[in-house]
């Protein structure tokens, strides 16, 4: 008894797959993080405590938090929009002037990232699926 077998492996129909199924797993982790980012905000007329994330008045804080996935580096741009809020979001992030005012260290986007980094793996789980 004998048994012949053929495999056939075609990477470019592999990379291609996996780079496909990475740009939506990025998608979903830019999505995630957002999200989670968007929930730590409040809307409040007082300012937050330092070291806790800013409280936004109207919601504008909330609304200008975006993502954006740049396919060239495959990676993910995730916070809020300067189009939208402008740079004070830096005062309160890093701390420091804006308008001739002294702003506490407020950051939002860096413990926002540490406390979903355990949960972005499971998002690149089964990415790659048979076709």
């Not at 938090?65 to 740049?70: E, K, M, P, R």
Request: proline share 6%; net charge positive; hydrophobic share 35%.
């Amino acid at each position: 008894m004998s048994v012949k077998m053929r495999f056939e492996f075609d990477s470019r129909r592999l990379l291609g797959a996996v780079s496909k199924a990475n740009r939506a797993s990025l998608r979903r982790a830019g999505a995630y993080v957002r999200k989670a980012a968007q929930n730590s905000v409040f809307q409040s007329k007082r300012a937050s405590e330092e070291g806790t994330p800013p409280h936004t008045r109207r919601g504008l804080l909330k609304r200008s938090i975006l993502f954006g996935v740049d396919k060239s580096r495959m990676s993910v741009v995730i916070g809020p929009a300067k189009k939208f809020i402008g740079v004070s979001m830096t005062a309160h992030e890093f701390g420091g002037m804006y308008r001739r005012r002294r702003y506490p260290k407020r950051p939002l986007m860096g413990p926002t990232l540490n406390k979903t980094a355990p949960q972005l793996p499971k998002l690149w789980e089964d990415a790659v699926k048979k076709q």
